[in-house]
């Protein structure tokens, strides 16, 4: 059974940080792409960080570069997002995804989300 369980959300004033883990388990963890999307009310999901699978690079959206680092660590089947200096404007649910594409096409997965709000 595939799960993606994400932990770390919370309530953080401006300027803080807050670190979100994703435990991914039920699939070959390596191989997938994983993602941080989020979804702030109203709005639509939208991708804020991707790592790719096997040993790739990362990806960052225009709204966290420089704020935001995305990590994996395959031994322990994890994703991190390592958010600083945070804005209102981030408040939303974050969302862990896996990926892996295979020719035309792919297997994905969706955590459950996390909250995090900030405000002061």
């Known amino acids: 059974q595939v799960q993606l369980v994400e932990s770390g959300g919370g309530l953080v004033q401006p300027g803080g940080s807050l670190r979100l883990s994703c435990a991914g388990s039920?699939?070959?963890?390596?191989?997938?792409?994983m993602s941080w999307y989020r979804q702030a009310p109203g709005k639509e999901r939208e991708l804020a960080a991707a790592?790719?699978?096997?040993?790739?690079?990362?990806t960052y959206a225009d709204f966290v570069k420089g704020r935001f680092t995305i990590s994996r660590d395959n031994a322990e089947n994890t994703v991190y997002l390592q958010m600083n200096s945070l804005e209102p404007e981030d408040t939303a649910v974050y969302y862990c995804?896996?990926?892996?594409?295979?020719?035309?096409?792919?297997?994905?997965?969706w955590g459950q989300g996390t909250q995090v709000t900030v405000s002061s």
């Open positions: 039920g699939f070959t963890f390596r191989n997938y792409a």
């Open positions: 995804n896996a990926r892996l594409q295979y020719g035309l096409g792919h297997t994905e997965y």
């Open positions: 790592a790719s699978g096997l040993g790739g690079g990362t």
